[in-house]
């Protein structure tokens, strides 16, 4: 059971990590939790159905059609995160300021909501695929009796939204002003994390140059499998064996999306 | 130094390590290996590899060949080597990997077996080539 439950968790807290900030980036923006729970929902049938069809993709593929999947839909979360933090800089104040006038709300703040949704759902589409495929090989090949694996995968799921509300929580602690700042900065370096796996992948597969690879190697120091090394590169990216060219793209995305969290906005427009 | 700036700087800075090393790693080797990779083949059974270490020649593609005998799915990861792929039960993967330096270790593991599927790739110059 333990086992189940740690894999459960590690994965769980991919996802987590991800809806928790980007819930707490939404503040403000009406019918956020539905939306949330609405791609959470289309990310776990995505994920149930590509595990289910998972052998036959892989064959198709010849094998690497993982590597383009899973590099595809970690570059599309960094793109919704990105996405998310641009418009939530333009509009944020919109929404703060219109804050009591229902209907206006509505009207200034519908876009994050899906994008907040798409983000979840892609991210659980990714993790939940590779969940799916664990859960069926150690309950089918009775490794493991069925209730044991159910009750790891509760245990493993009660942790990983138990971290993601105290993510929550204490971001939402900051003062009221500063919680887009601290969510902007940590969303920014969560995106350039995904960008940057999604790159390493690519390399990987050999689609792209590596460049000098590895620039440093700390695995021996904090290895990237252990669960701190682990949880650092979910919330930082932390690598522990980086490429250049891995190293570039970090940059490159954290540079963007801090500018774009962060830019300076041309006066408001005088409503009347 | 204003920030902009300074970042402009790493950012080039790291735009030609990536040309540099492109051109040690990728270049460089290519043109004085034999183009046929080296190839090596891992079976996961029990949840561990078969042979857990492998001694492979630097300056050299690699193909690893690894085969799940396992009735359960595996998913081989390796950090250094930018590898993660789920090989479903009873499946062969192939994976292609560029040459690598001399005197490197390249961990790798099983990711839903963390606990006994643990291995190595160990890069030495002793390596006698196939």
Same mark, same amino acid.
Do not use: C, W
């Given at each position: 059971m333990s086992q189940v439950a740690v894999m459960v968790f590690r994965e769980a807290l991919e996802i987590v990590v991800v809806a928790a900030l980007l819930l707490a980036a939404t503040r403000g923006v009406p019918g956020r939790w539905l939306w949330a729970a609405l791609g959470a929902g289309a990310g776990i049938l995505g994920a149930s159905i590509i595990a289910f069809f998972a052998e036959q993709l892989a064959d198709a593929m010849a094998g690497s059609g993982q590597d383009i999947f899973q590099a595809f839909i970690l570059l599309a979360t960094a793109g919704l995160v990105a996405w998310t933090i641009a418009w939530m800089r333009s509009h944020g104040r919109e929404i703060a300021t219109q804050a009591r006038d229902t209907g206006r709300r509505i009207a200034a703040g519908t876009a994050p909501r899906y994008l907040m949704a798409t983000a979840i759902g892609v991210s659980i589409l990714r993790d939940g695929t590779e969940l799916a495929v664990f859960l069926v090989g150690a309950g089918v090949a009775g490794q493991q009796s069925m209730a044991s694996v159910i &009750?790891?995968? !509760?245990?493993?799921? &009660?942790?990983?939204? &138990?971290?993601?509300?105290?993510?929550?929580?204490?971001?939402? !602690? &900051?003062?009221?002003?500063r919680v887009f700042n601290a969510v902007a900065a940590l969303l920014a370096f969560l995106g350039a994390g995904l960008a940057s796996q999604a790159i390493g992948i690519l390399c990987g597969a050999g689609w792209l140059p590596s460049g000098l690879d590895p620039v440093w190697d700390t695995e021996d120091f904090l290895s990237q499998g252990s669960d701190l090394g682990r949880f650092l590169h979910t919330l930082l990216g932390y690598m522990s064996q980086p490429s250049a060219t891995q190293l570039l793209t970090y940059g490159a995305t954290l540079a963007l999306v801090l500018w774009l969290g962060f830019r300076r906005l041309p006066p408001p427009a005088i409503s009347r | 130094m204003s920030v902009l700036k300074r970042l402009r700087l790493i950012m080039g800075l790291l735009l030609l390590a990536v040309g540099f090393g492109a051109l040690v790693n990728d270049v460089i080797p290519a043109a004085r290996a034999d183009d046929t990779p080296f190839e090596v083949r891992i079976t996961i059974r029990d949840h561990k590899f078969e042979p857990a270490m492998i001694e492979v020649p630097p300056n050299r593609a690699l193909k690893l060949i690894v085969t799940n005998a396992d009735s359960t799915a595996e998913e081989f990861e390796s950090v250094g080597l930018k590898i993660e792929r789920v090989i479903p039960p009873g499946k062969t993967a192939e994976f292609v990997v560029k040459p690598?330096? @001399?005197?490197?270790?390249?961990?790798?593991?099983?990711?839903?077996?963390? +606990?006994? @599927?643990?291995?190595? =790739?160990?890069? %030495?110059? +002793? =390596? =006698?080539? %196939?």
């Open positions: &009750a790891g995968f !509760a245990i493993g799921i &009660a942790g990983g939204v &138990a971290v993601g509300i105290l993510l929550y929580r204490g971001v939402m !602690a &900051a003062s009221l002003g | 690598l330096r @001399a005197n490197r270790n390249y961990k790798f593991f099983g990711e839903f077996h963390p +606990d006994t @599927a643990q291995g190595q =790739v160990v890069v %030495k110059n +002793d =390596v =006698v080539a %196939k």
